[in-house]
């Protein structure tokens, strides 16, 4: 119950292209829905992030979709530039007195000039 | 500095050996973790410290002691690992309670000879 399912494993999108990536959750306690990017060499850092009270989320070139009745959210990477190429994690959150995230097992992205 | 600072880089160690990971967040970020990271499987949390307050031990071997002298500084102290740690070791921090961004560092690359 705890788990995030995430696929697919690795996408190849041209350049300009639109990159998504799928995550499902089964746990309704998850209240928090972060995606991290992660370039080689360096940890994940967050790139955007949802609630459940909302079902969209944009943020320049990057969208979180959230449907929170099919418990699944996805990562939409508009006009997809070469420097987005990464490995992309989504996660899920909940509060226990801390932070709690459960990752999902990661996307590599490469986008092709 | 900013953010997350985790030292050393790279860390190759002998199984009989006894070393120690250290990071440093200068977020004034009141929790920090400690998380694995293995090629394609999730990020694993290891040990969480809220307040310098171990908080979770997500049933990790005692070969892996944290210590939390206060809000700013984590260690990881290994001792007698095992071939199987090998593996990308990443501190993060956030400011509790959430929900919340995790702020990672950029890892510990550790390798069991």
Redesign the interface.
Do not use: E
């Given at each position: 119950q705890q788990q995030?399912k995430q696929s697919p494993?690795s996408l190849i999108v041209q350049k300009g292209g639109i990159s998504i990536i799928n995550c499902a959750y089964e746990n309704t306690a998850f209240?928090?829905f972060?995606w991290?990017q992660q370039f080689p060499?360096?940890?994940?850092?967050?790139l955007i992030?949802i609630?459940p009270d909302v079902s969209e989320k944009k943020e320049g070139r990057f969208t979180i979709s959230f449907n929170k009745s099919a418990k699944q959210f996805s990562l939409h990477i508009m006009d997809s530039q070469p420097g987005d190429s990464a490995t992309y994690?989504c996660a899920a959150?909940?509060?226990t007195?801390?932070?709690?995230?459960?990752?999902?097992?990661?996307t590599r992205l490469l986008v092709s000039p | 500095e900013t953010g997350v600072t985790q030292t050393p880089r790279h860390l190759v160690m002998g199984m009989t050996n006894k070393k120690s990971l250290k990071c440093e967040q200068h977020l004034g970020h009141n929790a920090m973790y400690w998380y694995k990271q293995s090629a394609k499987k999730p990020l694993e949390l290891m040990f969480v410290y809220n307040f310098k307050e171990q908080t979770e031990n997500n049933s990790v071997p005692s070969r892996f002691s944290p210590e939390c002298p206060n809000s700013s500084h984590l260690f990881l102290h290994l001792h007698t690992l095992q071939p199987e740690d090998s593996a990308l070791y990443l501190c993060a921090s956030s400011q509790d309670p959430g929900p919340g961004p995790q702020h990672f560092g950029d890892g510990t690359r550790l390798s069991i000879l």
């Open positions: 995030v494993q209240d928090y972060p991290y060499g360096k940890g994940p850092a967050l992030a609630r994690f959150g909940w509060n007195g801390f932070q709690k995230l459960v990752f999902g097992t990661g | -």
